[in-house]
């Protein structure tokens, strides 16, 4: 599962957007930050935001949190200091709210979140207040454990400081012996960069601390510019701290100038404390001036005797709840040695070992990074796998791959032209399972062998050949021996025994020594592998009778020996030997009959660590995400494969179409499948680059789409766009100047007619300046009306409501009452299938009459009595 999400904007960001100048930075905004809160799922409980909100993006995302279903455990909006004030304190009231207690029942959607950045905000010192206020305030509500608010221009900290003394004597006042149930959950505290220097709110946080009022755990000072001299008061109360505290492990003072006088009597007063610390570390790096040698070693001693001290602590207390059902909560020495052994002999041998080796042995308190991964495109994500793989290519590449490599081929059409001559769709394939399949197997096996995934094409097949590879995995439809290669324009490219022959032919080495061939009539194309040439070929029928269990446990256990090193005829007797059920047994056929296939393919290919290995790189031509990348279809996107197929067409021909249709239809969602069959197959379909997607608002002015689009706000006079800087930004746009897929969704949401004629003037403009190479699809109800603009014809596809059997399938999918499992939905379609022909329009109409909206409220407002009955017709 995704556990974390970061988003970043960085030169890496610009460079994988290839983005020229500041607007183009990949800004979130509002209408994309709702869209990410809304589809993230539950399992979500870390998300980064690092300069990337703006304030319209905040609110919205401020807003939609409300919404969320899941908890947060970490949260970080950093070096975002463009953001208002009054955002960050309505994201503050998510948090808790200081005027309520919890008492009240109240929940907040952010009350169970334990660590927050907000670092590089400049937030100052008031709004920095109030955030300290609420977590400090325990009957808040607020459970937050770590705050960052380092460089947010606290300075003097007037406000800060009187939330510390409220703080303080809020504690004071509380019962004897109840001290510790009022301390405030907050453990980590990051104060760097806020030039403290300048008041007294350092002095006030340490003395809280020397107190043992305050229970941080950890405290950052670091780059504040503090100055302090031997008898200076900073002096004084630090020599305080270090001589009574019992809680503070680990204390940052890093680039500041604390004299050498300042320092030695710092560790002289800690050296002859006749009180245990619990300070394991102390920091000075470049201070000013640098730590002598001495200075160094006396540390040393000092932080290694206060960890033994915490060490002892850890296994006094450890012994102490040896047995207890429950486990009390321990500090960061549970982390440290919670895998070791609770024997005296291993305690003796921990406790040498940190001792001997200084300062840098325990991490730093047990800091949270929020922000990881440190390196982020567009969207980084965090999962529960050690490794997260991308589809592609999985290997070095130096032009030869050599004999250690599989290439997959996935054949995914979307038409053919039966005996008559009509289109009829493909089946849908889902290549989902068997990739993750591939990639699995091959962590397993931990081999050095390329992996490469790619749309089957007849150019796929030959670079597959040219670059030696030894076994080629088809996936798809066959029919009659041909294998439906795809066209690159949505259709098939049936390729034969002698077309094969004709591709082998054309290059000058062996084909590949082994053809994995996983389709409906498997056998009869794998004999055209056979007859082309190819040594050995594995058929593994996908049909009714084979169930998908089987299919793929026989693929896993047939490629787990073959990467093993294992022979292909041994490789597929133990893949048979996987298939639990005899009677399946006989749909896997190894060609040609009789021959001998006692050939190891990858006997001498070397083991490795882990796979793949971290300097492989992918080959496969992928479209970069972006803020104007388009949504993926919905989940139950069904029946439209010949409407994908005469879209395709017609933008392949034309540079402007327009998709119309009734409400509900499913406008937005054909094309958001085209979208993403364009962005799968960059290579194949090469007359599109890249893809924007805009959506339009309910009742936006076009000036708002000019600005998702263009970045140029505020080009109006009296309600007049400038179009002189449309064409300016048109122009200086490189997505314009290259081969661009540009989509407008539900233009009929534009508030005024004369919206609609400022996007008919958009696009003249568009046609008119060195956009030769885009395409256009708007979607509304109603095409533009326009024969031509700027002399590109307006092309129209009208979107038909879904036939029966697909109306059906949906229904199924969504209908509340059958779906709990496959099993379920299988019967309920099979009982809608099998009614009379004069009783399927009344059906038809019952079910939503093909309309995708209506099918989904008919299936979820459908009572059981209702359902009944219409079952009861067949």
């Known amino acids: 599962l995704i556990r974390g999400i970061s988003f970043t904007r960085d030169e890496y960001w610009r460079s994988v957007w290839k983005l020229e100048d500041e607007d183009d930075a990949g800004l979130l905004v509002a209408d994309q930050i709702a869209k990410l ?82 670092s590089g905000n400049y937030l100052g010192d008031v709004t920095c207040s109030l955030v300290l206020k609420r977590a400090l305030d325990k009957e808040s509500g607020c459970s937050l454990e770590y705050l960052d608010m380092s460089q947010n221009a606290i300075r003097e900290g007037s406000f800060v400081a009187k939330v510390l003394n409220q703080y303080r004597q809020d504690t004071k006042c509380s019962i004897f012996g109840m001290m510790d149930n009022r301390k405030a959950p907050l453990a980590y505290l990051s104060l760097a960069s806020n030039q403290l220097n300048v008041g007294n709110l350092a002095l006030e946080l340490i003395a809280l601390l020397e107190s043992g009022l305050l229970g941080l755990k950890s405290l950052d000072l670091s780059d504040n510019s503090f100055k302090c001299q031997e008898n200076h008061k900073f002096t004084n109360v630090l020599l305080g701290l270090l001589a009574k505290n019992t809680r503070l492990q680990h204390l940052n003072l890093s680039n500041n100038e604390f004299s050498s006088e300042c320092i030695d009597r710092v560790l002289d007063g800690w050296k002859c404390a006749d009180f245990d610390s619990s300070l394991a570390f102390l920091r000075f790096e470049n201070n000013v001036p640098p730590l002598s040698d001495s200075q160094q070693r006396l540390m040393n001693e000092c932080v290694r005797v206060s960890r033994a001290f915490i060490l002892q602590r850890y296994f006094h207390d450890l012994d102490r709840r040896k047995g207890k059902e ?36 325990l991490p730093q308190g047990g800091h949270h990074d929020v922000s990881e991964p440190k390196r982020s495109s567009d969207v980084s994500v965090c999962s529960d796998s050690s490794s997260s793989i991308s589809e592609g290519t999985f290997g070095e590449f130096d032009g030869v791959m050599g004999k250690h490599s599989i290439t997959v081929l996935h054949s995914a059409p979307l038409v053919f032209k039966s005996s008559d001559k009509k289109l009829e769709a493909f089946a849908k394939l889902d290549f989902d399972k068997e990739m993750e399949l591939f990639l699995q197997c091959f962590k397993e096996t931990r081999r050095d062998i390329h992996l490469l995934f790619d749309n089957a094409t007849s150019k796929a097949l030959l670079k597959a050949m040219d670059r030696r590879c030894s076994c080629v995995h088809y996936s798809g439809h066959s029919y009659n021996g041909h294998l439906p290669f795809e066209d690159g324009k949505g259709g098939p490219n049936w390729l034969g025994v002698q077309q094969l022959r004709d591709l082998i032919k054309r290059t000058k080495g062996e084909p590949f020594k082994l053809a994995f061939v996983s389709a409906c009539d498997s056998e009869h194309a794998g004999n055209t592998f056979v007859h082309a040439g190819v040594p050995h070929v594995v058929c593994c029928q996908q049909d009714s009778e084979v169930k998908d269990s089987a299919a793929l446990e026989f693929t896993h256990q047939f490629y787990f020996s073959l990467t093993l090193g294992h022979t292909v005829q041994d490789s597929f ?90 409400d509900g239809i499913g406008k937005s969602s054909l094309v958001r499948g085209v979208c993403q069959y364009i962005s799968e197959r960059k290579v194949s379909i090469n007359a599109i680059d890249c893809i924007m997607y805009v959506e339009v608002k309910q009742c936006s002015r076009i000036s708002s789409v000019l600005w998702d689009l263009l970045r140029i706000r505020n080009k109006t006079i009296d309600g007049i766009i400038d179009w002189d800087s449309v064409r300016c930004a048109i122009c200086n746009k490189r997505r314009f100047n290259r081969k661009t897929l540009l989509v407008i969704d539900r233009i009929d949401r534009l508030a005024e007619s004369s919206d609609r004629n400022g996007l008919i003037m958009f696009l003249r403009v568009l046609f008119e300046e060195k956009a030769r190479k885009v395409k256009v699809i708007l979607t509304g109800r109603t095409p533009l009306g326009e024969r031509s603009i700027a002399g590109v014809p307006e092309r129209h596809h009208y979107v038909e409501p879904l036939n029966y059997e697909s109306t059906v399938k949906l229904f199924c999918n969504f209908c509340k009452f059958d779906r709990q499992t496959p099993g379920d939905r299988r019967r309920l379609r099979s009982q809608l299938f099998s009614i009379n022909e004069n009783k399927v329009e009344g059906v038809y109409r019952a079910l939503g009459n093909g309309v995708p909206k209506e099918i989904e409220e008919t299936a979820w407002s459908i009572s059981p009595e209702e359902l009944h009955a219409l079952v009861s017709v067949t």
């Open 573 to 662: 007797e133990q893949g048979c030997r996987a298939v639990r059920a005899a009677t399946e047994k006989g749909k896997f056929i190894l060609l040609p009959r009789g021959a001998a296939h006692d050939t190891s393919l990858f006997a001498d290919a070397k083991p490795v660590p882990k796979w793949p290995p971290p300097t492989r790189k992918s080959l496969r031509h992928t479209t970069h995400h972006s803020p104007w990348s388009p949504p993926n279809p919905p989940l139950y996107f069904l029946g439209r494969e010949i409407d994908m197929y005469h879209l395709l067409d017609a933008l392949l021909a034309n540079r402007l179409v327009t998709v119309t249709g009734e």
């Open 326 to 361: 429950i486990v009390e909560d321990v500090d960061f020495e549970d982390d440290l040695l919670e895998t070791h052994s609770r024997s005296d002999s291993t305690r003796a041998s921990i406790t040498r070992s940190v001792m001997k080796e200084g300062n840098s042995t």
């Open 37 to 118: 809160v809304e589809s993230l799922p539950s399992s979500i409980s870390s998300i980064t935001f690092d300069n990337t909100l703006n304030d319209e993006g905040f609110a919205t995302f401020v807003a939609r949190l409300k919404m969320f279903q899941g908890s947060f455990h970490s949260m970080a909006v950093k070096n975002s200091p463009e953001l208002g004030a009054k955002l960050w304190h309505k994201f503050l009231d998510l948090v808790c709210e200081s005027t309520k207690r919890i008492s009240s029942l109240e929940a907040y959607p952010l009350q169970s979140l334990k660590v927050l950045d907000i």
